[in-house]
């Protein structure tokens, strides 16, 4: 009973121990057979020094000397997984230049997947992949672009809450706010300008006229002009035989 105690196992029936006892001296022998026949030279030391120990009956000190060799690796992973990143987002750069939006919000995407232990890079990067999807849509009137670009936003505010980075919380809402609006100017009703207008007020009440003055006017004037656009689309939507052209010339 105090081995399957020690293995990890309580409040074991008396009629179960052997066979039990019987599993767990199976798992030992694979593990140990594991140990034995190492591929990776890499690892070769630590399984014969974690062997030992297991030999010994000391599965905290081998459990405990495989996390200490595993450390440097992981600090080595994520490192490299750095480096591709950034390259990655270099990459997108060029891209951008080129006018390749969807390739580059691609890559964008691609390098906050490597980063995923890091939230903060991971979200600078997911940010810049709203921006190329935005770009797409916005400059080459690609709505799924567009559309895509909400979606990237809307998750970004779940990782960029505003209790915990309320400036980039808002510089959010701004993003999914130009996404919606540019959005709703295509479309024959004021559902998404309307969403676009809640999303610019939002971004106002952390970009405070005392706190930053320039961000606060630019958002402040988008707001009033976008929810205008919304009054008159949502007029328009209501004109029995209005056509398309109507439309487009009341969001003018």
């Not at 014969?48 to 595993?70: C, I, P, T």
């Not at 987002?89 to 890559?107: F, N, S, T």
């Not at 959010?172 to 706010?177: K, R």
């Not at 207008?197 to 009440?205: D, P, T």
Request: net charge positive.
């Amino acid at each position: 009973m105090v081995v399957l105690q020690k293995l990890g196992e309580r409040d074991v029936p008396q009629e179960d121990i052997p066979s039990r006892l019987t599993a767990k001296a199976d798992e030992f022998l694979a593990l140990r057979a594991q140990l034995q026949t190492t591929s990776l030279p890499e690892v070769e030391i630590v399984h014969r020094e974690a062997l030992q120990l297991l030999e010994k009956g000391d599965l905290g000190g081998a459990r405990l000397l495989v996390q200490k060799a595993r450390e440097p690796i992981r600090v080595q992973r994520e490192r490299h997984a750095r480096a591709e990143a950034v390259l990655l987002a270099d990459e997108a750069k060029i891209d951008g230049l080129e006018l390749r939006y969807l390739a580059a919000a691609d890559k964008y995407e691609a390098s906050a997947s490597l980063v995923q232990f890091d939230r903060d890079a991971a979200a600078a990067y997911l940010e810049q992949q709203a921006t190329s999807l935005y770009a797409q849509g916005n400059e080459l009137g690609d709505n799924s672009a567009l559309q895509r670009a909400i979606v990237v936003d809307r998750n970004l505010l779940r990782m960029r809450t505003r209790q915990l980075v309320p400036l980039d919380w808002a510089k959010t809402q701004n993003s999914l706010g130009n996404a919606l609006v540019r959005l709703g100017e295509r479309e024959s009703g004021a559902e998404h300008l309307q969403q676009g207008v809640n999303a610019y007020q939002q971004a106002l009440l952390e970009y405070r006229r005392n706190r930053v003055p320039l961000q606060w006017a630019v958002n402040a004037n988008q707001s009033r002009q976008r929810a205008r656009k919304a009054r008159r689309a949502r007029d328009w939507a209501r004109t029995p035989g209005a056509s398309s052209e109507c439309f487009q010339a009341s969001v003018a």
